[in-house]
């Protein structure tokens, strides 16, 4: 999880943070924060204007009301972008990522290493002409998985593991006794508890069916991971 530097407020960065509409820091407040699996990372603190999903590309408007929206789908842009930590609502308050190793939304055609661009509004994707992006070191596909050893229960959405770094908000699960189209539906701060659902914030509808201990696998479906540093779109990328 991470912990804020020199900060002296709460750490809500981490995935079991829900953005609200009580605007509880300074608007455009940029922490840093390490974490012992995703290392260290940037965040900026803003308010949303759009429909953001754990992972969207967002675009920070201007001072002082730092509006964020999914970021366009246009060529030429030029413009900065952060991470959505987390879901976020029009009229929430919430974190994005703007440096370190980040997870986002992506399509299926990004692969490890490869140049990448805007894929769709609010999503990474292939490079294309004019809708490059530098400040992106795409590092894991869709295709990725992390593994822990976990334990189920019959009938119960909550996984007992001996700590879920890797695992993330939306990840695709699977293993002995989980459901088909299974993902994260929650992270408990103890750093240890992950429950179970059809969707971020749906718990209940996927319970395991099984009670054992089994290995977890997560997978990147429909996300990447890579290292940010200070992102932006640009024209000029060849």
């Given at each position: 999880?991470?912990?804020?530097?020199?900060?002296?407020?709460?750490?809500?960065?981490?995935?079991?943070?829900?953005?609200?509409?009580?605007?509880?820091?300074?608007?455009?407040?940029?922490?840093?924060?390490?974490?012992?699996?995703?290392?260290?990372?940037?965040?900026?603190?803003?308010?949303?204007?759009?429909?953001?999903?754990?992972?969207?590309?967002?675009?920070?408007?201007?001072?002082?009301?730092?509006?964020?929206?999914?970021?366009?789908?246009?060529?030429?842009?030029?413009?900065?972008?952060?991470?959505?930590?987390?879901?976020?609502?029009?009229?929430?308050?919430?974190?994005?990522?703007?440096?370190?190793?980040?997870v986002y939304k992506t399509?299926?055609?990004?692969?490890?290493?490869?140049?990448?661009?805007?894929?769709?509004?609010?999503?990474?994707?292939?490079?294309?002409?004019?809708?490059?992006?530098?400040?992106?070191?795409?590092?894991?596909?869709?295709?990725?998985?992390?593994?822990?050893?976990?334990?189920?229960?019959?009938?119960?959405?909550?996984?007992?593991?001996?700590?879920?770094?890797?695992?993330?908000?939306?990840?695709?699960?699977?293993?002995?006794?989980?459901?088909?189209?299974?993902?994260?539906?929650?992270?408990?701060?103890?750093?240890?508890?992950?429950?179970?659902?059809?969707a971020i914030g749906t718990?209940?509808?996927?319970?395991?069916?099984?009670?054992?201990?089994?290995?977890?696998?997560?997978?990147?479906?429909?996300?990447?991971?890579?290292?940010?540093?200070?992102?932006?779109?640009?024209?000029?990328?060849?």
């Amino acid at each position: 999880m991470f912990a804020p530097l020199n900060f002296a407020g709460p750490s809500p960065f981490n995935d079991w943070f829900a953005p609200d509409t009580t605007q509880r820091q300074q608007l455009g407040l940029v922490v840093e924060a390490v974490d012992p699996y995703w290392g260290y990372g940037q965040f900026q603190y803003i308010k949303s204007n759009d429909a953001i999903l754990k992972g969207s590309l967002v675009v920070v408007g201007t001072f002082p009301t730092f509006l964020g929206t999914l970021l366009p789908n246009t060529a030429s842009l030029g413009v900065p972008f952060g991470v959505a930590m987390a879901p976020m609502a029009s009229g929430t308050y919430g974190w994005i990522q703007i440096g370190g190793c980040a997870v986002y939304k992506t399509n299926a055609t990004v692969a490890a290493d490869a140049t990448v661009g805007i894929g769709a509004a609010g999503i990474l994707g292939a490079y294309s002409t004019l809708k490059g992006m530098v400040g992106v070191h795409n590092l894991k596909a869709a295709t990725a998985t992390t593994t822990v050893t976990a334990d189920t229960t019959t009938g119960s959405g909550v996984i007992k593991t001996p700590g879920y770094d890797g695992f993330f908000l939306g990840m695709a699960l699977s293993g002995t006794g989980i459901p088909a189209s299974t993902v994260v539906a929650k992270l408990d701060p103890d750093g240890r508890t992950i429950y179970t659902g059809s969707a971020i914030g749906t718990l209940g509808d996927k319970n395991a069916t099984a009670t054992g201990s089994i290995t977890l696998t997560g997978t990147y479906t429909g996300f990447g991971a890579g290292f940010l540093l200070h992102p932006s779109t640009s024209s000029a990328v060849a």
